[in-house]
């Protein structure tokens, strides 16, 4: 089908910046958005970028610092993290939302399996 694969996370200092990588490969026609969310121990999966071709959205908590960018052409969405803080301390996960064939109505949504985010303080 459709996998997500992340790379990049890693322990720094805050402060520090780390770009986190997500390749979607498998049967993909398109690929509509792309994001990452990130959950914390105990606290549920939020949103914290996403993009498509003509729109990015932000997290309020990572405005500023947190770039989301995308290469149509590798189906690879990239988060560059600076400015870290403790309190982005999290698994981050990324998402797509892909269509699968040229005569699919509609998007399926795939996950990957996530990649560790420690900022220490």
């Known amino acids: 089908q459709v996998q997500l694969v992340e790379s990049g996370g890693g322990l720094v200092q805050s402060g520090g910046s780390l770009r986190l990588s997500c390749v979607a490969s498998?049967?993909?026609?398109?690929?509509?958005?792309m994001g990452w969310y990130r959950q914390a121990p105990g606290k549920k999966r939020d949103l914290v970028a996403a993009i498509t071709s003509g729109e990015h959205t932000y997290a309020d908590s990572v405005k500023g610092r947190f770039t989301i960018s995308r290469d149509n052409a590798k189906n690879t969405v990239f988060l560059q993290m600076n400015s870290l803080k403790p309190e982005d301390t999290a698994v981050y996960y990324c998402?797509?939302?892909?269509?699968?064939?040229?005569?699919?109505?509609?998007?399926?949504?795939?996950w990957g399996q996530g990649t560790q985010v420690t900022v220490s303080s």
């Open positions: 498998g049967s993909i026609f398109s690929i509509n958005v």
């Open positions: 998402n797509a939302g892909v269509r699968t064939s040229p005569t699919s109505t509609y998007t399926s949504n795939y």
